[in-house]
């Protein structure tokens, strides 16, 4: 049975940025993964990084060391 759970959900307004924070946060092992952008969120380049809520603090820290930018971070109810 499926269910839903929160998701921290970064939007991005630019496709580079998406690619740029998906070999960031690859490289610094943070978990989680490419999805196109939730209905519940504006669109912007149409790709957006799914994670754990709790790893928003590392998160952006990280983008914001690398120069990373985003459009939306928000937490969205997802089906898992």
């Known amino acids: 049975m499926r269910q839903s759970r929160e998701f921290l959900v970064i939007t991005f307004s630019e496709t580079s940025d998406a690619m740029a924070a998906e070999k960031l946060f ?15 969120l504006s669109a912007g380049c149409g790709l957006s990084w799914k994670t754990e809520p709790a790893l928003r603090e590392h998160v952006v820290m990280a983008m914001e060391g690398a120069g990373i930018r985003w459009h939306e971070m928000e937490l969205v109810k997802l089906w898992v």
């Open 26 to 40: 690859q490289e610094q092992q943070i978990p989680g993964r490419i999805i196109p952008i939730p209905r519940q």
